[in-house]
């Protein structure tokens, strides 16, 4: 007869409902493919209310959850990434496709199930594929300094020296929107665009188009297409599956196989699931169950017993520290 101490660690790597139910629909997918499979998911969109948190963003943390579900898989059957997420910074970004391409080379196809913004479109462009449906989107790749567009930012610099050399009397309009400029934001904004823009251009041409000919003429047209803000006029502008082809990215549509979309589809559901009706913020979890997740501080309340399936509330009011559970099943 197993012990206590036993049936609570069964209990432990077995998983909630939810855990059992997503890594079920993981492990279909990849069994599907014959390649690895690493769901990194955001629940942004799940707990908009929290407005401001950066647990939801791509950051260097999230490395930590790649290295724990990459440990001891097969790196020659490729990887399948599935990405949804809002985006993040960029050195984490260049960071982590510098960290996967080193696993897997470029052996790695790019699934968006419903969408994956800013560095997660960045992410999408190192790989040698993107897989999207009708309902994907992806999105501009132009850098944001602390929530600003640095486009903008510099059009509107340029656009008060215009207006003041052909008007000094528009100095006094001007003067106090200038004045929350520091000494180098304009130079800073300046790097940010040619960062992002050099290394989406480079991960294109050494990836998606390596062995084109006319590999550098498509990365450049991509790039300036995507990263041009005024041209996509926001930062959250929704690009499609078919207007992301129509740019040269090399697209493989999920309508096209309906065994490929089911099991994408069904994998999509159940993290959304997971994001929806738990405390989780950010999930990375690999098709043999072996996960990552980040949680909210939860701040139970007494007097409430939750029911199965119900979750413990969060105070957004409280700190909102993270609490990363790595798990194997």
């Known amino acids: ?38 769901a990194y998911y955001s629940g942004w969109l799940q707990k908009s209310e929290l407005n401001g948190y950066q647990g939801f963003s791509l950051n260097d943390s999230d490395k930590n959850g790649f290295m724990t579900t ?12 599935l990405i949804h997420t809002p985006g993040g910074d960029i050195a984490a970004t260049e960071s982590l496709v510098e960290y996967l391409r080193s696993i897997f080379g470029t052996d790695i196809r790019a699934i968006v199930p419903q969408i994956a913004m800013s560095a997660g479109t ?21 850098p944001q300094y602390n929530g600003l567009p640095t486009h903008g930012i510099i059009e509107e610099f340029q656009r008060a020296t215009r207006e003041i050399t052909l008007n000094p009397a528009t100095i006094p309009l001007w003067q106090p929107i200038i004045a929350k400029y520091h000494p180098t934001l304009i130079g800073e904004c300046e790097k940010a665009i040619a960062w992002s823009t050099e290394i989406v251009h480079q991960w294109l041409v050494s990836g998606m188009f390596d062995g084109d000919e006319n590999a550098h003429n498509k990365a450049d047209y991509i790039v300036s297409e995507l990263g041009d803000h005024a041209l996509n006029k926001a930062h959250a502008r929704h ?29 999509h559901h159940a993290c959304i699931l997971t994001l929806t009706v738990t405390t989780s913020t950010k999930l990375i979890e690999n098709q043999n169950g072996v996960a990552h997740i980040q949680f909210l501080n939860q701040v139970p309340v007494p007097s409430q017993i939750p029911m199965e399936g119900s979750v413990l509330p969060f105070d957004t009011d409280a700190d909102l520290l993270d609490h990363t559970s790595t798990e194997e099943s």
């Open 122 to 142: 960045m992410i999408a462009c190192s790989c040698k594929s993107i897989v999207m449906g009708k309902h994907s989107n992806l999105g501009p790749i132009d």
């Open 70 to 81: 990459i440990h001891g898989l097969d790196r020659s059957k490729g990887l399948d990434l």
């Open 239 to 267: 690009i499609s599956g078919d207007r992301a082809a129509g740019l040269g990215l090399k697209i493989e549509f999920l309508e096209g196989d309906q065994e490929l979309q089911e099991a994408v589809l069904s994998v």
């Open 1 to 38: 007869m197993p012990s206590w101490n036993t049936l609570l660690n069964e209990v432990h790597q077995a998983g909630s409902m939810y855990d059992v139910v997503r890594r079920k629909y993981l492990a279909n997918l990849s069994k599907l493919t014959g390649r690895n499979t690493i």
